[in-house]
C-alpha cells in the first residue's frame, strides 16, 4: 500500500519553543493531508485538513496560530506547533489519501510523540 | 459525517475467530467503511475497505448487510500480535472530506 512518512518520531522540547513535523507522501500525491492528535488512551481526534496551495481548514477548538500547517507541495505538508507548552504534549499522525483506482483509501504516518517540558 | 458505534473492548483467545461489528445507522449513499488496526505509539494500519456485501483480503473479512447501517470486521484465528484497537470508519473517500475516529474496539488476545 501507500508510503505515508512522518518525521521525527519522537521529540522533547522546551516549553515555548517551536517544533517541525513533517509529513510526505512517498509513492503518491496528495492534494490533502490530515493531521490528528491522539492523547494517552484515547481515539485520534482530528485538528485540521492541509490543502496543497492554499490555507489548511482547522476543526472547532483548535487554535490556527498555533498549529501552523503549510501544504507547499504535492508531497509535503508540515506542521508547526509554535511556543509549546506542556499540555501540548502528545501523539501527532498525519494522513493522506492516495487517489488509486476508484475510491481512495486513507494512509496514515507513524505518529509523532511531543513530550514538552 | 457519519457517527459509528462499537463494543469500547472484547477479549479472545488465540486462534479463535473474532468479530467486531459497528453500527452506523446514518451512513449515507457516497459513504465507504473502512477498519484500521492501532498498536500503541503507531498510526493506524489500513486493514479493510468496503461498500456493501462482503470484502476479503488476506488478513481480514468485512461484512456489509444489504442496508449497510452496521458491519462486522472479522479476524480468522487471532493471535497474540492481533491485540490492538480496531476502529471503524465510514465517510466519503473521496476529495477532502477527512474520516473521523470514534473511540474504537481494545481487542484484547490471550494465550
Known amino acids: 500500500g501507500a508510503v505515508v512518512s512522518q518525521h521525527p518520531s519522537r521529540v522533547i522540547c522546551k516549553s515555548g519553543t517551536s517544533v517541525k513535523i513533517e509529513c510526505r507522501s512517498l509513492d503518491f500525491q496528495a492534494t490533502t493531508m490530515f493531521w490528528y492528535r491522539q492523547f494517552p488512551k484515547q481515539s485520534l481526534m482530528l485538528m485540521a485538513t492541509?490543502?496543497?496551495?492554499?490555507?489548511?481548514?482547522?476543526e472547532q477548538g483548535v487554535e490556527k496560530d498555533k498549529f501552523l500547517i503549510n501544504h507547499a507541495s504535492l508531497t509535503l505538508s508540515t506542521l508547526t506547533v509554535t511556543s509549546a507548552h506542556p499540555e501540548d504534549s502528545s501523539f501527532y499522525i498525519c494522513?493522506?489519501?492516495?487517489?488509486?483506482?476508484?475510491?481512495?483509501?486513507?494512509?496514515f504516518g507513524s505518529g509523532t510523540q511531543l513530550s514538552v517540558l | 459525517l457519519a457517527k459509528t458505534t462499537q463494543p469500547i473492548s472484547m477479549d479472545s483467545y488465540e486462534g479463535q475467530e473474532v468479530n467486531i461489528t459497528c453500527s452506523h445507522n446514518?451512513?449515507?449513499?457516497?459513504?465507504?467503511i473502512t477498519w484500521y488496526q492501532q498498536f500503541p505509539s503507531q498510526g493506524p494500519r489500513f486493514i479493510i475497505q468496503g461498500y456493501k456485501t462482503k470484502v476479503t483480503n488476506e488478513v481480514a473479512s468485512l461484512f456489509i448487510p444489504a442496508d449497510r447501517k452496521s458491519s462486522t470486521l472479522s479476524l480468522p484465528r487471532v493471535s497474540l500480535s492481533d491485540t490492538a484497537v480496531y476502529y471503524c470508519l465510514v465517510g466519503s473517500t473521496f476529495g477532502n472530506t477527512p474520516l473521523v475516529f470514534g473511540k474504537g474496539t481494545r481487542l484484547s488476545v490471550i494465550a
Open positions: 492541509s490543502n496543497e496551495g492554499s490555507k489548511a481548514t482547522y
Open positions: 446514518n451512513i449515507a449513499t457516497n459513504d465507504y
Open positions: 494522513s493522506a489519501r492516495d487517489r488509486g483506482l476508484n475510491n481512495e483509501k486513507l494512509f
